[in-house]
């Protein structure tokens, strides 16, 4: 990929071919033009162009993540799904220790993998309520949970 023109969306200039999921990467930090800051995490469930994550369980838990997260830091922003499919962006005010960050991912998919229903999975409260797995996304955050120690290492040695 070196021969490619850099582009402006961060994850295009990755080389996805390199990398070794599940990870937890800094993607982007964004300084705001009031001067606040803003931090992008690359929150990958799956190996790029290997697995990805069937809707419903990417559905359920970015409801779950979303609701859960906010229970542990007042820093989350967003929490969105990748187009793809492997994983989520999760948006956090200002830069909290990377630690913080591990910590927190770590403690809302604790709650999931014990959830008893997927938050807001309604025809009132979502776009497309009949479409979620609350044990789809118990799953894959239990898998990702069992790769804790490889988190930090982003890419194949």
């Known amino acids: 990929m070196t021969d490619s023109p850099r582009m402006n969306v ?62 542990h830091s007042d820093r989350v922003i967003d929490f969105s799904p990748m187009g793809c499919q492997t994983g989520f962006y999760l948006i956090l005010q200002g830069e909290p220790e990377y630690d913080e960050v591990l910590g927190l991912i770590e403690a809302t998919l604790r709650d999931i993998v014990n959830a008893t229903e997927v938050p807001a999975a309604n025809e009132v409260q979502c776009g497309w309520g009949a479409n979620h797995t609350l044990t789809g996304a118990q799953a894959a955050a239990a898998a990702f949970l069992a790769e804790r120690d490889q988190w930090e290492r982003v890419f194949a040695e």
């Open 10 to 71: 961060e994850s295009f200039n990755l080389d996805h071919r390199v990398v070794s999921a599940p990870y937890v990467r800094l993607a982007d930090r964004k300084q705001l033009p009031a001067g606040d800051v803003i931090v992008k995490y690359d929150v990958r469930f799956e190996q790029p162009n290997r697995g990805h994550l069937e809707m419903p369980t990417v559905h359920s838990l970015e409801h779950l993540f979303a609701e859960k997260s906010r229970e």
